[in-house]
């Protein structure tokens, strides 16, 4: 039923913009940068590697299934939301003990993935892929509850936008970068795939990393929320294991199906196209050159904007609104794909499909993390998150790993509009959210979730400087 109440007056354009130029913001875009430097390497950068060294397109996609690691992360939440690591935590709090940790995990797998030469067999590379993938879903898990604990509901939507800037920064030095710097490593006069200059790429990607453990060592550890102490081992799996889901339900009640239908494929246009994109430009003919400098030039530009127009409009139009822009703005940039295979290694039409790519991807996902994290109550942040980013991916990866095999089968075009035929039920499921759950960025639900979360915890983790 429509609320009587009187909505909270919208921000100043000055004031929303100030939001992103606070610690907690540009903590939150070091840290993007840091949990979308790995996503990419094992599996849009891999596919392209893969694909360079011989290996088929049904294999490949296959191989993307490396992905269903984030899609079952929620299993451990619970762990990395109540396990101390012994020494560790004890010197830099819950959250940031967990995020160091991973990403010591990623940098060691990327050392492997650049040791190991896929020509020689793929067991070595699967391994440390799926190694620097398990890394990566348990640092996405302490960097969710630590955005979440770090600002109140109100500034979520800024903290999604720069951390989504920073992870598709992330995404685009894994890309691109990792593509430019393959290629001035190459030996002159070579051709075909060069294991030398794709080991040198992922060594300085394993290098990138020092972003994020930098970030970590130089933050402040959000408020810790106290959890009464469990009186038994039976009393401490319900609290890790059991609480945080039922919390969930018994919040949203018949809505929850809905809510968890529409995180289950609201990025499944995107993801299942995703694996097959490298391939793609690499038979049309594109060079890594190519590719690398569309991507780092336009695809930076693009997705900047995309971001931050996504979680300034989600402020101010409330998160459902653009939630509806975004599934319609991912099916559409699938469309231009379809259009690109039949243009051939036409520079021009790359710029203009990666650009419209980027943007979309932008505003489509600042305004869902802000949608997730609004869901989330902050006594069981780092589980809850977990499930849904984790139904997010879990559906997506599964359908992507036949994307080679139906490529090799029927071809490029009709795979790119099979996946922006994907994107049909998403607007369907966003509607019905709409009309009969609450508008996470509404005032009303703001003070509501402020309510719930005084009620349900002794103290309320606040902004950290």
Known sequence: MPSTENPAPRPTWAQTLRVYLEPASLRMFALGFSAGLPLVLVLGTLSFRLREAGIDRTTIGYLSWVGLAYGFKWCWAPLVDRLPIPGLTRALGRRRSWL??????????????????????????????????????????????????????????????????????????????????????????????????????????????????????????PARLELPPARNPSEWLRGALIDPFADFLRRHGRQALLILALIGVYRISDVVMGIMANPFYVDMGFTKDQVAAVSKVFGVIMTLLGAFVGGALAMRLGVMRVLMLGAVLSAASNLLFAWLASQGANLTALVFVISADNLSAGVASAAFIAYLSSLTNVRYSATQYALFSSMMLLAPKWVAGYSGAFVDAYGYVPFFLGTAALGAPVLLLVWLATRWTPLPASAKVSAKVSAEVSADSPARPGSQA
Do not use: H, K, N
Not at 119 to 146: K, P, Y
Not at 193 to 204: E, I, P, S
């Open 100 to 221: 160091l940790a991973s990403q010591l995990g990623i940098a060691g797998g990327l050392v492997g993935m650049a040791l190991a030469d896929p020509r020689a067999g793929l067991e070595v590379v699967v391994w440390c892929a799926l190694a620097v993938a398990f890394a990566s879903a348990t640092q996405d898990i302490a960097l969710d509850a630590f955005r979440i604990e770090s600002a109140d509901v109100q500034r979520q939507g800024a903290l999604a936008a720069t951390y989504q800037t920073g992870y598709r920064l992330a995404m685009i030095w894994a890309g691109a970068g990792v593509l430019w710097i393959a290629a001035r490593s190459e030996l002159l006069g070579a051709t075909g795939y060069q294991q030398v200059a794709w080991r040198t790429a992922y060594l300085v990607m394993a290098a990138s990393m020092a972003v994020g453990v930098l970030t970590v060592l130089f933050s402040r550890e």
